[in-house]
């Protein structure tokens, strides 16, 4: 049996987070259980780490991994898909690429679709969140709420609660909207999404019916 390479990928977002080596430390730990749970034999042929925000997907480490995994036919490893990139269309391309393989450690049996609809779910999360802050804020101090005291911040925070259960309606529909344009039945959409362990907004599962009502429901 042929000998499987890899090049592995960690990123930190700060200089501080690298130098205590606790967030890279974690990711390392992610890739040598990936990898000690192989079947045959393997080889780490290159080790590269960013430490910059995963909003940027023009990255030195990141280019120099795709290259040499690319270059000798290697799979590209990294212990989480938001360390390779915090870019939904990013991935979507990576995974479009048939001149590269990329694993996810902490997600090893992860498909394609599995790791697109992932990677949507979580910029949708990071930019909810954004938003979630600012409007809170907003809405407390047109209450007259002054700003950093106690009750600024449970006003803030159940105003965010608030939004929280809209936001997560409006990012499952996203999710579903973009696999419903290009043809993916709701049985396949229900199936990914009760595997990355995406409640409904009742906190039950998705079947094929709950998928086509909620979709229907949104577009009314």
């Not at 890279?24 to 080889?43: D, V």
């Not at 498909?111 to 990677?119: G, P, R, S, T, V």
């Not at 199936?191 to 409904?200: A, C, F, R, S």
Request: include cysteine.
């Amino acid at each position: 049996m042929a000998v499987q390479k890899f090049v592995t990928l960690t990123r930190v977002s700060t200089k501080k987070q690298g130098r205590s080596g606790l967030g890279l430390e974690a990711q390392e730990n992610y890739i040598n259980a990936y990898l000690e749970n192989l079947h045959g034999e393997c080889e780490v042929i290159g080790q590269f780490t960013d430490i910059e925000s995963g909003k940027n997907s023009n990255r030195t480490g990141l280019n120099e991994a795709i290259e040499l995994a690319k270059d000798t036919g290697a799979i590209l490893l990294v212990a989480k898909l938001d360390r390779l990139s915090r870019s939904v269309k990013f991935i979507a391309e990576l995974i479009e690429d048939k001149s590269i393989k990329f694993r996810v450690a902490s997600m090893p049996d992860a498909d394609e679709f599995q790791l697109h609809i992932y990677a949507a779910l979580a910029q949708q999360e990071r930019k909810f969140i954004s938003e979630r802050v600012t409007a809170s804020l907003a809405a407390a101090k047109a209450r007259g709420v002054k700003l950093g005291g106690r009750r600024a911040n449970a006003e803030a925070r159940h105003e965010a609660v608030r939004q929280k259960a809209d936001d997560n309606a409006r990012r499952v529909y996203d999710v579903i909207k973009s696999f419903r344009d290009t043809g993916t039945p709701y049985s396949k959409i229900a199936t990914h999404l009760n595997n990355l362990k995406v409640p409904t907004a009742t906190g039950g599962k998705w079947y094929d019916s709950t998928v086509r009502r909620y979709n229907l429901r949104m577009n009314q």
